[in-house]
């Protein structure tokens, strides 16, 4: 498969301060989370592959080009909402979503048209003519979020999409964000330090701290590994328990009074611990998956991040 | 895609050419000019003298007009190097007090809102966004400078005959260079102020002291310290000298011609470099 965004011993210098240093990763899912604490080097990393940073070592591609090379082919393929407020103030949504679509190389006519069309779809549609500088913070970030869309990119960077925004505005541009994805008609990298927004949706997350990558992870594989993973808690008589329940495939070990912890094999029923406490007249008062949220993920990559990779 | 079909669809149709983008940021900053009645109003003001000066060429070759107002023995002003030489220097004033009202509405508001990383996350380079936001500014200068400059040259040609046009076409020569050099000028130091200053009414109070207090400082170190090199800090002083040797018309300045193009290579130097350090994408907090 074609990676969206490839970085090889990347390195990125301002003056005499590292900001970037030795990252080296190969993204081919569909959204890409990217996560870290401030000043973790995310908004750098963007600014890298949007070609606005010059790369001190190594390389960084998107589809295949190379950012510093080929950078006006990577711009045309890519679609960028910066994190702060960016628009023109004296200008309506529509002139200014049409003239980002021109400068994104839109004929005329064309550009007017999917201007409009993209106002619609963020739900501008009935404020398109009215200027921006008179906009809420939640219409300007679904402006940016249109003038992002105009040229129908192949890569959409979202940096801090939902910043700002109450509860509600924060809803629909998530709900905008997974409308994208199921589309399938681009890839999406998310920069965020809010992990619910992550979590909602990226199938892949990206951890970086003091510049480095501390943490690659593919959440659609850690979700379908926590379903094979299950913790009971039991009362009455359970000795022999675990023999009983590996003699079923399972990996179980005790992790304290009445408490187990098992990997279960392929294929295993979930009934077939029911049954055998049933048989052993053992209550059975728990009994859950395993669930790693994405902070757990995240605190854990952090916590492990402070000797780097 | 119907507007009413909220579902996104990618485009897949022609792009336009990458090099001639820049000219879709000169139309939006057009658009953006002549909103102003004021803008507007003034620009038609700065024709006033060259209808004036096209008056005058006529009236000074219509023998029978003047005969009429009795003025045939009159002696009328030659059309030669000084007459050119006035008009530039009132042309240029005016076009000074253009750019201070039109410049700082050019990039201003961009840093203002912080619409840098918009432009430029499009193939779109910095060198195309400042030749698109100065060519509005270079346009609106010239068409009150050296176009009408060029146009009472034509008059004037056209009305003595191949004689004087053929004596006088350095003429020509002079009033473009010398005014479209005075166009660079201005048009390079406002879109550099304004690149600086965010708020678009100091930008324009800093491109009127630049020329004016420039000009004020000058004349005072040289009357101070009896030199003048004050004036090398007067871009006034500088352009007229060079115009002085082009429309061959001693005006009274003191700077060698080699000193004022060095004041103007200067110039634009540190403007492009002034230009260079801000327009970016985004701004390196060190």
């Known amino acids: 498969m074609q990676p969206v965004i490839e970085l090889r011993d990347l390195a990125v210098h301002f003056g005499?301060?590292?900001?970037?240093?030795?990252?080296?990763?190969?993204?081919?899912?569909?959204?890409?989370?990217?996560?870290?604490?401030?000043?973790?080097?995310?908004s750098t990393l963007i600014q890298t592959l949007m070609g606005f940073c010059p790369i001190s070592a190594g390389t960084a591609k998107v589809f295949e080009h190379d950012v510093s090379r080929e950078t006006n082919r990577v711009r045309a393929l890519v679609g960028y909402m910066p994190e702060n407020d960016s628009f023109i103030a004296h200008q309506s949504a529509v002139s200014f979503i049409r003239m980002m679509a021109e400068l994104s190389g839109l004929p005329r006519d064309a550009a007017l048209e999917r201007a409009h069309e993209v106002l619609y779809y963020v739900g501008l549609g009935e404020a398109r003519y009215r200027q921006l500088g008179t906009y809420s913070l939640g219409m300007k970030q679904l402006a940016k979020l249109a003038q992002a869309l105009v040229h129908g990119p192949r890569l959409l960077i979202l940096d801090e999409p939902t910043n700002g925004l109450d509860p509600a505005g924060r809803q629909r541009m998530i709900r905008l964000i997974r409308e994208i994805r199921e589309t399938g008609q681009m890839h999406l990298l998310l920069c965020s330090h809010l992990l619910r927004d992550v979590e909602e949706t990226c199938e892949e997350v990206l951890i970086l701290?003091?510049?480095?990558?501390?943490?690659?992870?593919?959440?659609?594989?850690?979700?379908?590994?926590?379903?094979?993973?299950?913790?009971?808690?039991?009362?009455?008589?359970?000795?022999?328990?675990?023999?009983?329940?590996?003699?079923?495939?399972?990996a179980c070990t005790a992790t304290g009074t009445g408490r187990y912890r098992m990997t279960l094999p392929e294929g295993f029923e979930l009934r077939e611990i029911y049954r055998v406490a049933a048989a052993r007249d053992l209550e059975l008062r728990r009994l859950s998956h395993r669930r790693d949220t994405l902070e757990d993920i995240f605190l854990k990559a952090i916590e492990e991040g402070h000797g780097g990779l | 895609m119907a507007v009413y079909k909220r579902s996104y669809k990618t485009y897949c149709g022609p792009r336009t050419v990458p090099w001639g983008r820049f000219l879709i940021l000169s139309r939006y900053s057009y658009t953006h000019l002549f909103q102003s009645k004021f803008v507007l109003l003034f620009i038609s003001a700065c024709f006033f003298y060259p209808i004036g000066c096209l008056a005058f060429i006529y009236f000074s070759h219509n023998a029978q007009l003047l005969a009429l107002l009795s003025l045939g023995d009159a002696?009328?002003?030659?059309?030669?190097?000084?007459?050119?030489?006035?008009f530039s220097k009132i042309q240029s004033n005016l076009a000074f007090l253009l750019t201070a009202l039109v410049a700082p509405g050019l990039i201003s508001p961009d840093l203002a809102n912080g619409a840098m990383p918009l432009y430029f996350s499009r193939p779109f380079s910095r060198a195309q966004y400042v030749l698109g936001k100065i060519t509005p500014l270079a346009f609106l200068l010239s068409l009150v400078t050296w176009i009408p400059g060029l146009i009472l040259y034509g008059a004037q040609?056209?009305?003595?005959?191949?004689?004087?046009t053929n004596q006088n076409l350095w003429l020509a020569g002079a009033i473009f260079l010398g005014l479209f050099t005075w166009v660079t000028i201005l048009s390079l130091i406002s879109l550099a102020l304004s690149a600086w200053v965010k708020w678009k009414l100091a930008a324009g109070a800093l491109v009127l002291a630049i020329f004016v207090a420039g000009a004020g400082f000058g004349a005072a170190i040289n009357s101070v310290l009896r030199t003048h090199y004050g004036s090398l800090i007067s871009l006034n002083q500088v352009v007229y000298t060079i115009w002085g040797e082009l429309f061959r018309y001693d005006w009274g300045g003191q700077l060698s011609l080699d000193q004022a193009w060095f004041v103007v290579g200067l110039t634009l130097v540190i403007s492009l470099w002034l230009l260079a350090k801000r327009i970016r994408p985004f701004e390196v907090v060190k």
Not at chain 1, 16 to 38: F, Q, S, Y
Not at chain 1, 218 to 232: A, Q
């Open chain 1, 209 to 250: 701290k003091q510049g480095r990558l501390v943490h690659y992870s593919n959440l659609e594989e850690e979700r379908r590994t926590n379903k094979s993973f299950v913790e009971i808690e039991t009362a009455g008589n359970d000795a022999g328990l675990a023999e009983e329940l590996s003699g079923l495939g399972c």
């Open chain 2, 157 to 164: 040609a056209g009305l003595s005959g191949w004689g004087w």
């Open chain 1, 16 to 42: 005499k301060r590292e900001i970037l240093k030795d990252l080296t990763v190969a993204l081919t899912g569909r959204t890409i989370g990217l996560l870290g604490p401030n000043g973790a080097g995310k």
């Open chain 2, 75 to 86: 002696k009328l002003p030659p059309i030669d190097g000084r007459f050119f030489f006035t």
